[in-house]
């Protein structure tokens, strides 16, 4: 069965750092390209990031560049998210996501707030 497990998430003040984590598992891990997104309160979800399936290859939503970074360890079947200088729009549940077989697979999210 397919899992997508997020963590890391919490407070934090702006300016401020967190990890967050997916851990997979439940289908062939380093096929698939695999993202993050966020859905903020009152707004629509939207894509933050994406990795290819190897790693060598990354995207990123213009307001986030520069400040996160995604990465993936194949040997872990994880996925994470280093945020740095984040900002109170930052604040949302983040979700990471891959997609199989024509169907989308959603983690449950890790709430981030920035917040003084």
């Known amino acids: 069965q397919l899992q997508l497990v997020e963590s890391g998430g919490g407070l934090v003040q702006p300016g401020g750092s967190l990890r967050l984590s997916c851990a997979a598992s439940?289908?062939?891990?380093?096929?698939?390209?695999i993202g993050w997104f966020r859905q903020a309160p009152g707004k629509e979800r939207e894509g933050v990031s994406c990795?290819?399936?190897?790693?060598?290859?990354?995207n990123y939503v213009d307001s986030v560049k520069g400040r996160f970074t995604i990465s993936r360890d194949n040997a872990k079947n994880t996925l994470y998210l280093q945020m740095n200088s984040l900002k109170p729009e930052d604040t949302a549940v983040y979700y990471c996501?891959?997609?199989?077989?024509?169907?989308?697979?959603w983690g449950q999210g890790t709430q981030v707030t920035v917040s003084s």
């Open positions: 996501e891959v997609g199989l077989s024509g169907h989308d697979y």
């Open positions: 990795i290819s399936a190897s790693g060598g290859s990354t």
């Open positions: 439940g289908f062939t891990w380093d096929y698939y390209a």
